[in-house]
Structure formats: C-alpha cells, structure tokens
C-alpha cells in the first residue's frame, strides 16, 4: 500500500519560529507570589525593667501551645491579664505577635475581628472593645458563630441554567458528615447562575481572609457547614471558586505541627527579650 503526498504541519520547520531579532517573547501567564514567610519579631528594647508582665505572658503563650493537642480546640488565655497591662505592655505583645496570614470578621449581634499572630495558631480575638489571645487552629468565635435561618430561595430567573442541579448536590451533601468540593470553575455556569446561587445560600456572616500565595477569600453560607472558597493570583484575578461544604475549610485552620512549632519560636522570643 502506498501513501500519498503528505503536506508538513504548519508551525514547523526553518523560519517557523521567530529569531532573535524579531523581539518575540513568551507570554506566560502571571503566578502568584509574595509568600509570605517568618522572620523572628523580636522587639528592639533599651531596658525591659518595668515589661515583666508582657514577657511573663509570652512564656504563657509559648507554655500553652507545647501542651495543646488536637482534642483543647481553641484554648482562650491572657483575656484578664491583658486589660489589666499598661500600654507599654500591651504595646509589647502586639509588637511581638505580629499580624499573620488569616484574618476574620465574625458579624452579628456581637461583631469579632480575629488576626492571626506570626505564630501560626496564635490568635488576637477583638469584640467590644475588649482583647484576648487564643491558641487552636482557629479561634472560638468562628466555630461557634450562630445559623443564620434560611430565606425562600427565589424562583431561578431569565439566564439561570446549572445552578439549580448544583444547589441539589451541595444539599444533598450537607449535614451528611465528611466533606464534598463543588470545582465552580470547572462547572458549565452563567453568570445568572452564580447569582443564583448567592441569593439561595445566603451570607452566614462570617468571612476569613487568609494571605499566602495570593489570596484566599472563604465566607459561610447561611446554612450551616457550607462554604464560599475563593483563590486569587497576586494579580487580584480569580483562579479558583469552590463551594466546599463540611466544616470549616481546612486552608483557614492552622495545623497542629505548626502550632508546635510556633511555642517553640514564641519561647525564643521571649528569652531573648528578656
């Protein structure tokens, strides 16, 4: 048997590509960046006399996260100690934690805002004008934040093609234990659809920020246990969009080895500044 003549693909061959000259360069697309990465806070001080409290309290913090285990959850400390320092102390602490990668905001009838510390699994829980530290993979008030009721979903309009099929399947996965992610951004959608899908979910008032190779945004739905997560590249672009339903998303959570970790590097700290 034999062949007939077969063309080269285009695309192929001397002269196919440009040379040097011709000032083509490869296009890629942008990667996140800016991780960012620890660096040991430890205040400059010409005299620690008067400071006792505060480091007496960050060897509490570093004594506290050696025992914690998975089975404490969020440990509240130093809520007392705290309102009680001057604010040199206070000043001193805050110097030292840092600001971290998550940050929350829990709204309601009692609005908190969390800042994770440079300790990861260190947390500042401000509410009411009052502050307290917490040790866990996040704070209480997260975990705990009240169900909001459920509004009648509103009859699925003009433009509205996938996302009742998709409401089905995160419904039929909450409350059933275990974890299940919706990929968004692979699902065929309109932008009716994700509109849609807002308006039947809800806002359950709670938003975490967490920082790291772009930015991560998750916010509960007013039913429980169901999860907006989104990534965005250094450039502020979507890459990412899932609905995890379970609990809490685990990209939010510190994890217990970097909690040990994290009473290791505060007990270096506060020997140094001593």
Avoid at 107 to 114: H, I, L, P, S, T
Avoid at 130 to 159: D, K, N, S, V, Y
Avoid at 172 to 179: E, F, I, Y
């Amino acid at each position: 048997m034999t062949f007939g003549f077969m063309n080269a693909p285009t695309g192929f061959g001397p002269g196919s590509q440009p040379s040097e000259g011709d000032g083509a360069d490869l296009d890629y697309m942008p990667m996140p960046s800016g991780m960012r990465t620890f660096h040991s806070p430890i205040p400059y001080l010409e005299s620690a006399e008067g400071l006792e409290p505060a480091i007496a309290c960050l060897r509490e913090l570093a004594e506290t996260a050696k025992e914690w285990s998975p089975d404490d959850g969020a440990i509240v400390v130093e809520a007392a100690r705290l309102a009680k320092m001057d604010p040199r102390n206070r000043a001193l602490i805050a110097e030292t934690l840092g600001e971290g990668e998550v940050s929350a905001v829990v709204a309601g009838d009692r609005r908190f805002e969390v800042q994770e510390s440079v300790f990861a699994g260190v947390w500042r829980v401000a509410s009411g004008g009052t502050e307290h530290i917490e040790i866990g993979p996040l704070p209480r008030a997260i975990g705990q934040a009240p169900a909001i009721a459920l509004a009648a979903p509103p009859m699925p309009g003009h433009g509205v093609v996938n996302a009742p099929a998709i409401l089905t399947e995160i419904f039929d996965h909450a409350g059933q234990g275990g974890s299940h992610i919706v990929n968004l951004t692979l699902l065929p959608h309109t932008p009716e659809d994700l509109a849609y899908l807002d308006a039947v979910l809800g806002d359950g008032g709670v938003t975490i920020l967490s920082r790291g190779y772009g930015n991560c945004r998750i916010e509960r739905a007013a039913a429980p246990d169901i999860w907006r997560v989104r990534y965005f590249n250094s450039q502020d672009a979507l890459i990412l969009d899932t609905i995890e339903v379970g609990g809490i998303p685990e990209v939010a959570l510190a994890a217990p080895e970097d909690i040990a970790d994290s009473a290791a590097r505060l007990a270096e700290v506060a020997e140094a500044i001593r």
